[in-house]
């Protein structure tokens, strides 16, 4: 697959659930792709893309925005919470806040540096005790707590079982961030961005469909 076939089912996924014409961002992961396949995409003029680690995008990131100019960078791994510091000053928006002590370092680096990048919590909606995630009973107060923080939460990701249907995962997400007054939705990834449009997704995932295998 290639960039270019991603960006017509996203615009004919769109289309087909009445979401208006870029509603939709796709983020391309480029988490342990070569170097030349990512700056191939950029060449191609995309503009958003993600990482799972920091010190990978911190070796990567700096020398492409220097040489493409402006890019949004997001990190949709697992953050720790003495590696949250230097993720606030490269990635625009954090996808994975799952627990109350990264919460708090978030919000205490918002109101040191006046400014904090997207937030998006992730909910761990099939239970599964090997992922991370905010787990679904415990949501409405997590987001209560990080409003008192002052934390700036746009909406909810999560990352379906592999063994399941997402669709009701998707579903399930986006009644939670209904519930909760968010407007974000990241999820869907290479393998069904499409149920997740159908199901309200603000921001799809694709990695190897758009760069190829990991090796």
Not at 174 to 192: E, F, H, K, V
Request: net charge neutral; hydrophobic share 45%; charged share 15%.
């Amino acid at each position: 697959m290639s960039l270019s076939e991603i960006q017509s089912r996203l615009t004919a996924a769109e289309a087909a659930h009445h979401r208006a014409p870029g509603s939709v961002q796709l983020i391309a992961v480029s988490k342990l792709q070569p170097l030349s396949r990512v700056r191939a995409v950029l060449q191609a003029g995309h503009r958003i893309y993600a990482e799972n680690y920091v010190q990978e995008a911190m070796g990567k990131w700096p020398d492409l925005r220097a040489e493409f100019g402006p890019l949004a960078v997001h990190m949709v791994g697992p953050l720790q919470t003495n590696k949250a510091k230097t993720a606030v000053e490269i990635f625009d928006a954090i996808h994975s806040v799952d627990r109350p002590s990264l919460a708090q370092k978030l919000a205490g680096l918002a109101q040191a540096r006046g400014q904090s990048p997207a937030l998006f919590v992730q909910v761990n909606t099939g239970l599964e005790p090997q992922k991370a995630g905010v787990l679904p009973a415990d949501l409405d107060q997590f987001l209560k707590d990080c409003t008192a923080m002052s934390l700036p939460v746009l909406g909810l990701m999560c990352i379906p079982p592999e063994s399941e249907d997402p669709a009701p995962h998707f579903a399930a997400l986006a009644q939670m961030a209904a519930r909760n007054g968010l407007s974000g939705l990241s999820m869907g990834m290479s393998s069904d961005f499409e149920a997740a449009v159908a199901h309200g997704a603000t921001h799809i995932r694709v990695g190897s469909a758009i760069f190829g295998a990991r090796a």
